[in-house]
């Protein structure tokens, strides 16, 4: 188990429903994949994540996830990730599972 944090602390993450307008593989990535996701009034922001192991681009556009998006950004392979997608992964790294509303929600929703 992790260490515990303050209800403040918790309370600083922006968790948001985002729609993947886009999503693509990055080119010499063993695991990376590219989304562009829209977050409504926040705007459109480019996730990488590494989730090319278990999804393909063309089984995630159109659809809403749960992003982290207001971590700092973070530079990977030459590129800037500006949030982070939320997925369950199980300790065997075989099965990892994107958290996602189970209805339709409009992209910027904050979730709590």
Not at 69 to 82: I, Y
């Amino acid at each position: 188990m992790s260490d515990t944090i303050s209800f403040a602390d918790f309370k600083k993450l922006d968790f948001r429903v985002g729609k993947v307008v886009s999503a693509e593989n990055i080119e010499d990535a063993e695991s990376l994949m590219r989304l562009k996701v829209d977050f409504g009034e926040l705007g459109k922001r480019i996730i990488l994540s590494g989730i090319k192991k278990w999804y393909q681009p063309k089984d995630l556009k159109g659809k809403n996830f749960v992003f982290v998006v207001n971590l700092e950004p973070k530079k990977m392979m030459g590129e800037e990730s500006q949030g982070m997608i939320l997925a369950a992964e199980d300790e065997s790294s075989e099965n990892c599972v994107l958290l996602a509303p189970e209805s339709d929600i409009a992209p910027g929703t904050r979730v709590h």
